[in-house]
């Protein structure tokens, strides 16, 4: 059944909404206030698959639901027909706008990072065959080298349409099949040709589409919708061929008349404003250029100043600020990410970030930008930094561009000057000054690293190769260890929500007990979830029935959506406050996704200090 009509369920057999004087929940389970006892089915609740136990507690009842229990409580509240109540709401804290898109940004380039490394790589190559004479222009091979490495490029919404369409939950052929549409070659010939076209009446902006980013996301983004509503109200006996025909010509026409039109606009307006910078003062033009060129990337915008360039390339045989700006973007792009390469720890990353690093370098900044810099945000910001000051120097100097290339150290030939060799030294001159500068940066500014912390181990089965998880805990706070079955309450104590430890703790300070990202802390304060980065979720939680006092003798020192590292301080208590109260203080640290790992050992007896590890467990 789907959380709503379990929703339903539950509040079926508590009596009805009727029966239900106010709700509110915390960090496990849904606490109703009940009229009438009697008119509970408890035998038919407990057979409800998400409901995992129930309590009663005073005029409270408590059905235990885990760490969903607030995506429960956002279905049943409103059919009980009350004003919401602040004691057991999630929090309202909202993630920043940057740091959600960057997210879905990441989420969504991930999977294609491959394709953009191989294309970099080729790419790279090609340039410095080329710069050194070594693989003539006219030669098949270039030719065939180029048209697999720009696969990577060109066909690049069409990969993305796939992705995009995983991280929004819709089907991902027709994902891919949207981007299809954007460089079939009809279409191509269409915009080479340049005459009006429209479809349908309505008239369709001819725009290079080919390795954008920004349109084939925000369109597949508003397919998942369409594809829903269709869903939902085609006729079962037609809705196989019926969903994908109606979902695909409405996304077709939006994407050609609307999503295209406003890209264009978008970048029409930016590409202006940078030209009329070049013709006037080009030395801010080049600064700009440098330092934004990440989020014209980014944004798919970048694409609009190829016509601004060749316009410039025709009229004056050189490009005074745009691929000057982008020489000093892309290898202050390398610079960031080849200091996350020499500091990370994590040997994933550091691998991505060598290779993605020094195709930036040589002019091919995709896989840094998104697998590297946009990622971790402060390689980013230290880019930007190392950029601008390195365009600003071209800029004063007044470096041009003599053919366009992809700039970078590999084509760094485009830079010289028929009549001198100045231009050429203060192209590299300023290369020097972006790569070491945004290198420097992200070496003061640094970044949340991933550790590797858990083991991971490659074995083969019957069913192929599988992949075993061995995971470590620590203890969020130092005291007495005991285990979760002398804890005072069934919920924790028959392992209703999770397995895990308890500890009897001696400090007011709780300390995170591994590396990941914080998913939820309560308003209560009293518990808080985290996602580790091996997939592991654990829920720390602070004494029992503390929910009650509001975040009384509390205080937190992280929000949703903060990483976190082993060791970091996560809230103080109270401790004495809470036993002249009555409270029980007991800390549990408990794994929510359980039957996801095989066995669970606890490690230490007795006292244990923070951060002393207390569990291990595998899949």
């Known amino acids: 059944m789907s959380v709503k009509e379990n929703a339903q369920e539950i509040l079926k057999y508590i009596g009805s909404a009727n029966n239900v004087k106010g709700l509110t929940h915390c960090a496990t389970r849904l606490r109703f206030s009940i009229k009438d006892f009697s008119k509970i089915d408890e035998l038919s609740l407990k057979k409800i698959r998400v409901v995992l136990g129930t309590v009663k507690n005073g005029d409270q009842y408590h059905v235990i639901i885990g760490q969903d229990v607030g995506t429960y409580y956002k279905e049943i509240e409103p059919l009980l027909n009350q004003k919401s109540h602040s004691t057991g709401s999630l929090s309202t804290e909202k993630i920043s706008l940057f740091n959600r898109f960057s997210a879905m940004i990441s989420n969504i380039f991930s999977p294609v990072l491959p394709v953009l490394i191989a294309y970099g790589l080729i790419s790279a190559f090609l340039a410095l065959g080329t710069a050194f004479k070594f693989i003539p222009t006219d030669s098949n091979t270039y030719i065939a080298l180029s048209f697999i490495g720009n696969s990577g490029s060109y066909f690049l919404p069409i990969y993305l349409g796939f992705s995009a369409a995983k991280r929004f939950g819709c089907n991902q052929y027709l994902g891919a099949m949207l981007g299809a549409i954007l460089v079939h070659p009809n279409f191509v010939a269409i915009i080479s040709e340049g005459k009006p076209f429209d479809i349908f009446g309505l008239p369709v902006t001819l725009v290079d589409y080919s390795g954008s980013v920004i349109p084939i996301i925000l369109a597949v ?157 402060k390689p980013l910001y230290s880019a930007m930094i190392g950029a601008g000051v390195g365009g600003l120097y071209a800029g004063i100097m007044a470096v041009n561009c003599y053919a366009f290339a992809s700039p970078g150290l590999a084509s760094i030939a485009v830079f010289i000057a028929p009549d001198n060799n100045s231009n050429l030294i203060n192209a590299l001159i300023a290369a020097g000054i972006s790569f070491t500068v945004a290198f420097i940066a992200t070496w003061i500014l640094g970044f949340e690293d991933i550790v590797d912390e858990e083991e991971v181990e490659t074995v083969e089965s019957e069913q192929g190769v599988k992949a075993i998880i061995n995971g470590k805990i620590s203890s969020p706070v130092a005291g007495k260890l005991i285990p979760l079955s002398e804890v005072k309450d069934e919920v924790f104590s028959k392992l209703l929500v999770g397995n895990g430890i308890a500890i009897l703790p001696e400090d007011n300070n709780i300390y995170a007990p591994i590396d990941g990202i914080i998913t939820s802390v309560f308003p209560s304060k009293h518990a808080i979830g985290i996602l580790g980065d091996n997939g592991v979720e654990i829920l720390i939680h602070v004494g029992l029935d503390t929910v009650n006092l509001n975040g009384q003798y509390f205080e937190s020192f992280v929000n949703n959506g903060d990483r976190i590292k082993k060791g970091d301080k996560l809230l103080t208590v109270d401790l004495v406050s809470l036993k002249t109260k009555g409270y029980d203080t007991v800390v549990m640290v408990i794994v929510t996704n359980t039957n996801d790992y095989a066995t669970f050992k606890t490690l230490e007896n007795g006292q244990v200090k923070a951060q002393d590890l207390v569990l291990e467990y595998n899949s």
């Open 221 to 377: 983004w508003i397919m998942s919708f369409v594809e829903k509503f269709v869903d939902k109200h085609s006729p079962t006996a037609v809705k196989f061929f019926l969903k994908p025909l109606i979902t695909i010509l409405v996304m077709s026409i939006v994407l050609l008349v609307v999503i295209g039109p406003l890209g264009a606009l978008i970048g029409n307006y930016v590409a202006d404003v940078f030209s009329f910078l070049g013709n006037n003062a080009s030395w801010l033009a080049t600064t700009l250029m440098a330092i934004f060129t990440p989020i014209f990337v980014m944004t798919g915008i970048a694409y609009s100043f190829m016509p601004v360039a060749m316009a410039t390339f025709a009229k004056f045989g050189f490009d005074n600020f745009g691929t000057t700006g982008m020489l000093c973007a892309n290898v202050a792009a390398g610079g960031a990410a080849l200091c996350v390469a020499a500091r990370t720890k994590n040997l994933s990353l550091k691998a991505l970030a060598s290779t993605a690093g020094l195709t930036a370098v040589l002019g091919i900044t995709e896989p840094a930008l998104y697998g590297v810099n946009l990622k971790l945000k």
